[in-house]
C-alpha cells in the first residue's frame, strides 16, 4: 500500500433509494439454467421439493432474489406457455433452436415457476411472446394465471392445481425484438407493442398501487438509441388505455463479438481488457438515459438493465448453444463494479436481472447432477445484500488509475449507502491486481468508531470456484482500523470489500 487515498462520504444529501430490483435474476430455458440447475423433476434422487432441488433454492433464498425474468431472451419469442401446463405426460416435447436445439421437454412450465419464484421468495417477471405468439394467446396467459378461480381460466388454473391468482409484477413486452425477437425496426416495435401493453392485463384484483403489475417494453441493444427514441416518444404520447412502466436494455461484458474471452486460466492482459470494458455500462446508461429525460423528465419510467453479465468463450467439451462458462474473481469484480454503476444511476436504473441465474454466462450457481458450487458472483450479491432499498450516500473518491500495458482503467470504485435500518454501508473494489489501496475514510459530521464487514478475494484474479474446491473464492470477515474518527481500510489487490460503517 503507498499514500492513502482519502475517501470522503456525505450523509448530508443522500440520494435515490437503490431499488432491490437491482439484484435480480434471468432464468431462461438455455442449456442447463432450467433443467438440470432448477428442475430435476419429482422422481429424481436430486433432493428436491415438488421436483425443484433444495440446495439450489437455499442457495437463493440465501441472496433474498427480488425477482426472477423468465422463460426468456430469444426462448420467451418462440414459447407457448399452452405446452407447458397440465398434467406432465400430455407436455408437448419440442426444440429449443435458439439454445442448442435442446430437447424441450416443457416440464417446468408456468405451475412450476410460480411453485420455484414461491419457493425462493421471490417475484415474477414473465416475458410474453411478442415475435411468434399473438396478443390473444399473452392475453389469455395472463388470464390463466391472475384471474379469478370463478373464471374458465381461474378454473383451468384451479384444475392444475393452484386455485389462488398468481401475482404477476413484471411483463415483459417482448425480447430483443430488434434481434432474435423479429428484427423489427424500433418504430415497427411500438406498433406491435401497444396493442399488447393494452390487452394483456392482470387480472388479479390484490394488485393495486405499489403493488400493480408493471409493463416493460423492448428498449436497446447496447449503444443503439432507435429503440429508445422510438419507444420514450411512444410513451410521451400514451393516452389512458396504454403505457408502460420499463423500458429495457441489454447489455454485455464481451469486449468485442463473439465472445472469446476465457473463463478460466487467463492472463493480466484478458483481465485488464475486459474489466476495462465492463465501465461501458455507465456511457450506456448516461446515454439512454439523456434520452428519456428528453420525453420523461420526471423519470417515471426505468430503464431495466435485465440481461447483463460477463459473456465468455464457452467450457470446453460443451455444447457452445448451451453457454457454459466458469465464474472467476475477475467475474466478481465485474459483478460488483456493474452493481456500483446501477446504484450510482438509481434515479433511473431501478430494475436489472443478471444473465443468469444457474449454470448459463455469469451465473451465481453451478450444477452437476447432484453437485451444486456457488460462483464468486454469488458472493458478491450476497456481501450487497445491505444495499437493497439501501439509501444513496455520496462519495468522493480519487484513487489514480491501474493500467496493464495500453490500457488504462480507475484503480478503485466505491460506493456507500445507507440501508433500511440506518446503519451506513460502504463497497469498495480494487480493480489493480498487484497493489493493495490504503483508504482513510471520513463520513462528514460522523465520528467513525468501527468498519466491519467482509472481503472477497483469491491468490489469483483467474481463481475459481468448482465442485472439487469450492472455497477458493469466498467471503471472509473484514475489519477496518479506526484512527481520529476516520476509519482506515487497507483494500489487497483484486478484492472487494463491504463494510458497515458505525
Ligand atoms: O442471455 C442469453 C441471450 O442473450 C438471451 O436469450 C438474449 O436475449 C440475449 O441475446
Known sequence: A????????????PGPRIDRNLFGQFAEHLGTGIYGGVWVGRDSAIPNVRGIRKDVVAALRAIKVPNVRWPGGCFADEYHWRDGIGPAKGRKVSINSNWGDA???NSFGTDEFFDFIDQIGSEAYVSVNLGSGTVKEAADWLAYMTADPKTTAGQERAANGHPAPYKVKYLGIGNESWGCGGSFSGDEYVALMRPFARFVRNYNPAQTGDEAMRRIAVGPGNAKLDYTEAVMKAYKDHNWAWSIEGLSLHSYTTAGWPPSYASENFDEAAYASLIKSTWDMDKLILAHAAVMDKYDPEKKVPLVVDEWGVWLKPNTGTNPGFLQQQNSMRDAIIAALNLNIFARHADRVRMANIAQMTNVLQAMILTDGPKMVLTPTYHIFKMYLPFQDATFVPLKLDAGSYTHGAVTQPR?????????AGKLWLALTNVDPHRA????????GMTVHGARGEILTAPRFDAVNSFTSPDVVRPKPFTGVVKDGRAALVIPA??????AID
Do not use: G, M
Request: no cysteine; aromatic share 0%; glycine share 0%.
Open 494 to 499: 483484486k478484492s472487494v470489500v463491504v463494510v
Open 412 to 420: 478503485l470504485d466505491a460506493i456507500a449507502a445507507r440501508d433500511t
Open 2 to 13: 503507498d499514500t492513502p487515498i482519502v475517501l470522503a462520504v456525505d450523509t448530508r444529501s
Open 103 to 105: 430437447v424441450e421437454p
Open 437 to 444: 489501496a490504503r483508504i482513510e475514510a471520513s463520513v462528514a
